[in-house]
């Protein structure tokens, strides 16, 4: 299946709090030392921290999509570990101009951010820890969402595409609801019932445990 590459087991994963919009920032080791970080919505010492104490060499950031909160911390973060960035083209507008997010919201602007070493297109993969991680384009809560794959674990980390108990907003920068109800059913749900989506906001859930929430898909 395309973006379904296997990077081999994770030997440690955690979940950091991070940000004013208590973003899921996701700290992953594999078995082989390499290191990556999905979604550094702030807090970048945090996840420096974290990184380090996971024993793993940061050679991914990984961004699920390019609102604010999920990819503030993403040049301090590299400042401080190394690392490559890695973001959907599709959210090149939204990474340039995180000023005018946070903006928008009434938060204070951050820096702005390095220009992203990696411009994923559609479905694909990453070389990590001996092995491969799979990416999936599933725009609809932005033009560049992706969800990073990992199979050994079964588990996909989808940023706000879907959640717990529902799925992301659309009435933000690019959303677009016909294609979020795409991207969900012919690309996350058909990754297998087992597959736990880990989320950008709030706990996890099955793809099994999603389903009855979003019924509406058809």
């Known amino acids: 299946m395309a973006g379904s590459g296997d990077p081999g087991g994770i030997a440690a994963l955690s979940c950091l709090t991070v940000g004013l919009l208590e973003t899921n920032c996701y700290v992953i080791t594999s078995a082989d030392g390499a290191a990556c970080v999905v979604d550094p919505g702030g807090d970048a010492a945090l996840i420096a921290a974290r990184v380090a104490a996971q024993g793993g060499k940061l050679v991914w950031i990984l961004c699920t999509h390019g609102h604010f909160d999920h990819v503030e911390a993403a040049g301090e973060l590299k400042a401080a570990c190394g690392g490559d960035i890695a973001l959907h083209r599709g959210d090149l507008p939204l990474w340039r101009n995180i000023g005018a997010q946070t903006r928008t919201f009434g938060l204070p ?89 880990r989320s950008g906001h709030g706990p996890s859930v099955t793809v099994a445990g999603a389903r009855p929430n979003l019924a509406w898909l058809g």
């Open 109 to 197: 602007e951050p820096p702005p951010l390095p220009e992203p070493d990696r411009l994923l297109d559609g479905d694909g993969d990453l070389p990590f820890g001996g092995g491969r991680i799979g990416v999936l384009h599933v725009p609809g809560h932005s033009p560049g969402s992706v969800a990073f794959v990992f199979p050994s674990a079964r588990v996909a980390f989808n940023g706000d595409t879907v959640f717990a108990m529902g799925v992301g907003r659309t009435d933000l920068w690019g959303g677009d609801a016909d294609a979020l109800r795409r991207s969900i059913a012919e690309k996350l749900f058909t990754l297998g019932d087992d597959f736990v989506l």
